[in-house]
C-alpha cells in the first residue's frame, strides 16, 4: 500500500493539476469614482451612490465568483448599471444587486435607533419588520418604487445648469 501511495505521489509531482485558468476580462468602460453620495432610509429610496454588494456569479467571471461591493450609478429595471472599485463598469440584473446595510444601519443608530432583530425567536434573529427592506434584493426596492408612482421619481438636479438665457448682446 506504501508503494501504491508512493507511485500516485510521485506522478501527481510530475503532472499537477490546476484549476483551469480565469476568462481574459472583456473591455469595459473605465469611468472615475462617481460623484454620488446616498445613505438609503426606508423601502424603496434608492438612488445613484447606494453602495450594493452582487451576488456571486453577477458578474463576468473574469472578476471572479464571489460577492463584490458595487457603487449604484443608474437605476433601471432591466439592467443596473454599478460601478467597481477597478474604475470599470458593469450593466446587471436588479436580482442580483443586495444593499449594503452598514451605512443604514449606522445613520439609524446615530438617529437614536437602538434594535433592529427582534430578539424573541431561534438564531439567526430576523429584522423587526420596519427594518426587513435592508434584506431586499434590487428588484424588490424597484418594485416599491414603481408601485409608489411618479411622485417618488427624482428630477435632474443639473439640468438647470445647462439651460441656455437668452441675451441683448447682439
Known amino acids: 500500500m506504501a508503494a501504491l501511495a508512493e507511485e500516485l505521489h510521485q506522478y501527481h509531482q510530475a503532472h499537477p493539476h490546476y484549476p483551469p485558468p480565469r476568462p481574459d476580462p472583456p473591455r469595459r468602460r473605465r469611468r472615475q469614482r462617481p460623484p454620488y453620495v446616498h445613505t438609503p432610509s426606508g423601502p424603496g429610496d434608492i438612488r445613484p451612490g447606494t453602495w450594493l454588494w452582487v451576488k456571486p456569479g453577477g458578474l463576468h467571471p473574469a472578476w471572479g465568483d464571489i460577492h463584490r461591493l458595487v457603487m449604484l450609478t443608474r437605476l433601471g429595471s432591466p439592467y443596473c448599471e454599478v460601478w467597481l472599485d477597478d ?53 424588490e426596492h424597484l418594485a416599491r418604487i414603481e408601485a409608489e408612482g411618479p411622485a417618488h421619481r427624482l428630477d435632474p438636479v443639473q439640468e438647470s445648469l445647462f439651460v441656455s438665457v437668452p441675451t441683448d448682446r447682439p
Open 87 to 139: 474604475t470599470t463598469t458593469h450593466r446587471l440584473k436588479p436580482h442580483l444587486l443586495i444593499l449594503e446595510r452598514t451605512s443604514s444601519v449606522s445613520a439609524a443608530r446615530a438617529a437614536g435607533v437602538t434594535t433592529f432583530v427582534d430578539r424573541a425567536g431561534l438564531r439567526p434573529w430576523p429584522l423587526l419588520p420596519e427594518w426587513q427592506w435592508l434584506n431586499w434584493s434590487m428588484a
